[in-house]
């Protein structure tokens, strides 16, 4: 039947017509900002899960940044540390020269003199960003240090930031407040050192640094009054306290690895999150390029065929002249 009331070739091809604009402006959308998903009407699963791990992904390029202060810290006292050690390994060649039989004592004394004051400048300024975990100026000792390590989401939605955790105590050369809690201020029996102890203490410090509560034992320095065995117990000693700084060093290098090593595993996690999301809200720029094509074709037959059932209307006009 034909009627000119009621087009229906003409409302088809309309409805036809809809449809294809419908698509062609989602496939435009999609070409235009390169997301198959873009906002939660695309796919709101998708967008909730990508949502998600993009504020992730920031929460660990921030853990990046810390991980870097962090290394940066512990690169500066170890640094420190490193040069304390070598001064160490000075001091002792010249406790170990002042045993020599002649020697001008008082001359190497001073020069003693010159290498403590070189381990004070060295902890003093192994800071960075006003942390020091090797010069202690506080009543509290420095405590537990901690070095944000990586953001982790558990399978139930709660977060946490996890922490590398270093114990001051085993870095600290000097302390204002108390001499105890510094490696080159505190008393260090030399008589514990023998193989056969006597068990009478013969407590001796490296540094005196005017700390509120002091070291008791004797300062290491010597003069031409300097008996042999007060030497040996020195010697003693600076040797204790060399091993002590080696296995500080060894533990900062071990966080300072253990730090790369977090730093690229989070550099390589977000690079994995990224393409994760990618794959989930990604356009495929090869297919939406095809089927944008396939549609602005199907958008101009469209439109030629509303046109022509609009003409087939017009054609009953002819059956009234």
Known sequence: MTSIMTNAAAMAALQTLRTIDTN????????????????AADNAGYWSIATTMRSDNAALSTVADALGLGAATVDTAYTALDNVI??????????????????????????????KNQLVSSAQSASFSGENWLYNTNPAALG???????????????????????????????????????????????????????????????????????????????????????LSDMISVVEELLGQLTDAASTLGAITSRIEMQDSFVSNLMDVIDKGVGRLVDADMNEESTRLKALQTQQQLGIQALSIANTNAENILTLFK
Do not use: C
Request: hydrophobic content about 35%; aromatic content about 6%.
């Open 24 to 39: 062609l402006e989602t496939t435009q959308r999609r070409v235009s900002s390169g997301y198959r998903v873009e906002t």
């Open 144 to 230: 537990t240090k901690q070095v944000v390590s990586s953001f982790v989401r558990g399978a139930d939605g709660s977060v946490e930031v996890t922490t590398l955790n270093f114990d001051t105590a085993e870095s600290v050369l000097l302390d204002s407040f108390d001499a105890s809690r510094g490696f080159l201020t505190k008393d260090i029996d030399a008589d514990a050192l023998m193989s056969t102890p006597t068990g009478t203490a013969r407590n001796y410090f490296l540094l005196d640094i005017s700390s509120t509560t002091p070291a008791t034992g004797t300062e290491i320095e010597i003069s031409m009054a300097t008996t042999d065995d007060e």
């Open 86 to 115: 070598d001064v160490m390994t000075q001091i002792k060649a010249k406790l170990v020269a002042a045993s020599e039989p002649g020697v001008d004592k008082e001359k190497i004394n001073e020069e003693m003199k010159q290498l």
